[in-house]
T-cell receptor
Framework: ETGVTQSPTHLIKTRGQQVTLRCSSQSGHNTVSWYQQALGQGPQFIFQYYREEENGRGNFPPRFSGLQFPNYSSELNVNALELDDSALYLC???????????FGSGTRLTVV | EDQVTQSPEALRLQEGESSSLNCSYTVSGLRGLFWYRQDPGKGPEFLFTLYSAGEEKEKERLKATLTKKESFLHITAPKPEDSATYLCAVQARTGTASKLTFGTGTRLQVTL
């Protein structure tokens, strides 16, 4: 059990629609990061939230946005979905004593 | 820009046949190098963090080593349950604190 829970596990959306993905991270970890993993690729950093504010972003357009809540849960919102947005979206909770980052099992998004 | 290159892309071993996976990296000051294991359709599972050249860490049949330019994941006498994709990632000292830059992974298959 990872301590990071993501929902839903699978999702199918139509091009142009909007989607919200959710993540519940371990209590006490006030840093959460989101990654996009296309098939056969490594995860790519989307952005990081620290104490409810975005404080780092990768090479993703503004239609990718997020929120972090006081209870350590987080959301990833994607507007105007494109076919290339089809991927596994991973949430990671950071900062353990080992310096590791714990990932959830991800949400598989398919855009048709 | 931080970069991670993993080789080989895929590796097939017989049970008990030891081998090594390579991770070459360039980063603007290394904060940490991470190894993760990922099973199909799942999120990455943390294995090791290495911080400085010369450091080694072991866990069961796995041993990770680090130099200034690359890291190796040695697998001794692998078993079929070791079959997975192994991901390497780097974290830089500067920039977004929890951003990990991943390679594309090595897909390992261990057969009887």
């Amino acid at each position: 059990e990872t301590g990071v829970t993501q929902s839903p596990t699978h999702l199918i959306k139509t091009r142009g629609q909007q989607v919200t993905l959710r993540c519940s991270s371990q209590s006490g970890h006030n840093t959460v990061s989101w990654y996009q993993q296309a098939l056969g690729q490594g995860p790519q950093f989307i952005f990081q939230y620290y104490r409810e504010e975005e404080n780092g972003r990768g090479n993703f357009p503004p239609r990718f946005s997020g929120l972090q809540f006081p209870n350590y849960s987080s959301e990833l919102n994607v507007n105007a979905l494109e076919l290339d947005d089809s991927a596994l979206y991973l949430c990671a909770s950071g900062g353990t004593a080992e310096g590791s980052y714990t990932f959830g099992s991800g949400t598989r998004l398919t855009v048709v | 820009e931080d970069q991670v290159t993993q080789s080989p892309e895929a590796l097939r071993l017989q049970e008990g046949e030891s081998s090594s996976l390579n991770c070459s990296y360039t980063v603007s000051g290394l904060r940490g190098l991470f190894w993760y294991r990922q099973d199909p359709g799942k999120g990455p599972e943390f294995l090791f963090t290495l911080y400085s050249a010369g450091e080694e860490k072991e866990k069961e049949r796995l041993k990770a080593t680090l130099t200034k330019k690359e890291s190796f994941l040695h697998i001794t006498a692998p078993k079929p349950e070791d079959s997975a994709t192994y991901l390497c990632a780097v974290q830089a000292r500067t920039g977004t604190a929890s951003k990990l830059t991943f390679g594309t992974g090595t897909r390992l298959q261990v057969t009887l």
